[in-house]
């Protein structure tokens, strides 16, 4: 429920367990602890604020010896939102928020390109058909 909707209150988490608020209340904080829940947060519509282009891109690296360097130039890129290290044709894939694709091409060309790529793939994403969390594990 907390997965689904991180706004319902502990005691309505609890009337539909069949348990009390403080039980909920202690398995939240037991959760949190071992790292299972990582918080709550809003979650904002990058689009509502301008940012209209969403962009996934693969990143190659020249050298292997430069990559904590290029990891440490990548978070400090507001635009992009997500940093996954991989293991077949790219080091790193990342996605981005952009305002338009011309923003996206200035954050390539300024920002990426001089980090010392050997290649870089750009996948736009045109619209989020499905998105969800993680939340029931089978069984």
Same mark, same amino acid.
């Given at each position: 429920?907390?997965?689904?909707?991180?706004?319902v209150? +502990?005691?309505?988490?609890?009337?539909a367990?069949?348990?009390?608020?403080?039980?909920?209340?202690?398995r939240?904080?037991?959760?949190?602890?071992?790292?299972?829940?990582?918080?709550s947060?809003?979650?904002?519509?990058?689009?509502?604020?301008?940012?209209e282009?969403?962009a996934?891109?693969g990143?190659?690296l020249?050298e292997?010896?430069?990559?904590?360097n290029?990891?440490?130039?990548?978070?400090?890129?507001p635009e992009?939102?997500?940093?996954h290290?991989?293991n077949?044709?790219?080091d +790193? +894939?990342v996605k981005?928020?952009?305002k338009?694709?011309?923003?996206?091409l200035?954050?390539?060309?300024?920002?990426?390109?001089?980090?010392g790529l050997s290649?870089?793939?750009?996948?736009?994403s +045109?619209?989020?058909?499905?998105?969800?969390?993680l939340?029931?594990?089978?069984?």
């Amino acid at each position: 429920m907390l997965a689904k909707d991180g706004r319902v209150s +502990f005691q309505e988490v609890a009337r539909a367990c069949g348990v009390s608020g403080t039980t909920i209340h202690t398995r939240v904080q037991r959760l949190t602890s071992l790292g299972i829940i990582q918080g709550s947060e809003y979650l904002i519509n990058p689009a509502k604020i301008g940012y209209e282009t969403c962009a996934y891109v693969g990143l190659t690296l020249k050298e292997g010896y430069q990559c904590e360097n290029v990891l440490t130039a990548l978070k400090s890129i507001p635009e992009i939102v997500e940093i996954h290290c991989t293991n077949e044709a790219y080091d +790193f +894939f990342v996605k981005i928020y952009a305002k338009n694709n011309g923003h996206l091409l200035s954050i390539i060309q300024s920002q990426l390109k001089p980090l010392g790529l050997s290649q870089q793939k750009v996948i736009i994403s +045109f619209e989020v058909v499905h998105n969800k969390q993680l939340t029931k594990l089978p069984e």
